[in-house]
């Protein structure tokens, strides 16, 4: 059983729908994550919550819209997405020790598979 | 340069066989190394964490870690077809750096 939970599982929509991905983790940790992980590649960073503290891969386009309304939960918006869009996307949870270099790992949930037609 | 190198594989062992993966990383500031294992269309799921150089165990997997040489491994004994699966290595030095990722086969 995980103890980080992401809902859907699946989602289909169009290019100009607007969808949420949700997450929320019971393991009082208190930074969450979203990656996105297409086939064959390791997961890519997108948004880092820490002590609700948001930190943004630039790289993300802004069609992606992270949401954290406290330390267990963490939303992604969706908004005019593109098919390349389509992929895993990932929920991470992880203690933050604060020694450096430290850390604990990354707890994942069991993921959204995301298709944009 | 990445920040943390793996060898892509495929690497195909045969059941009961010890499967060897490795791992390289660059930021001599990280102190914190995980091993994760992810099958097709799945999430990863954590299998080992090492801090200190040295070995660390737990049932059919070890974990070994050289901070001199910057080098990582995980062993897989008596190893298994359900052991077939994608290994990532994960380490942290300020954020999280992945690895590509390893491709494991075990032979029946």
């Known amino acids: 059983d995980t103890e980080v939970t992401q809902t859907p599982k699946h989602l289909v929509m169009g290019m100009t729908n607007k969808k ?4 929320e983790q019971h393991m009082g940790h208190r930074a969450m994550y979203w990656y996105k992980q297409k086939a064959k590649k390791p997961p890519e960073l997108m948004f880092v919550y820490s002590y609700e503290k948001l930190s943004i891969n630039e790289s993300v386009p802004s069609r992606f819209s992270p949401e954290c ?3 267990s ?3 992604l918006h969706l908004h005019a997405l593109q098919p390349e869009d ?3 996307y990932l929920c991470a949870s992880s203690q933050v020790t604060g020694g450096a270099g430290y850390n604990s790992p990354l707890h994942f949930g069991n993921g959204t598979r995301l298709t944009v037609t | 340069q990445k920040e943390v190198e793996q060898n892509s594989g495929p690497l195909s062992v045969p059941e009961g066989a ?3 993966l490795n791992c390289t990383y660059s930021d001599r500031g990280s102190q914190s190394f995980f091993w994760y294992r992810q099958y097709s269309g799945k999430s990863p799921e954590l299998i080992m964490s090492i801090y200190s150089n040295g070995d660390k165990e737990d049932g059919r997997f070890t974990a070994q870690l050289n901070k001199a040489s910057q080098y990582v491994s995980l062993l897989i004994r008596d190893s298994q ?3 077939s699966a994608t290994y990532l290595c ?3 030095g300020n ?7 390893t491709s494991l086969t075990v032979i029946p």
């Open chain 2, 90 to 92: 994960v380490s942290f």
């Open chain 2, 81 to 83: 077809p359900s052991d």
């Open chain 1, 86 to 88: 389509s992929a895993l």
């Open chain 1, 20 to 23: 949420s991905l949700k997450c």
């Open chain 1, 73 to 75: 939960l963490l939303n």
């Open chain 1, 69 to 71: 309304p406290n330390s």
């Open chain 2, 95 to 101: 954020q999280f750096y992945f690895g590509t990722g």
């Open chain 2, 18 to 20: 010890i499967a060897s």
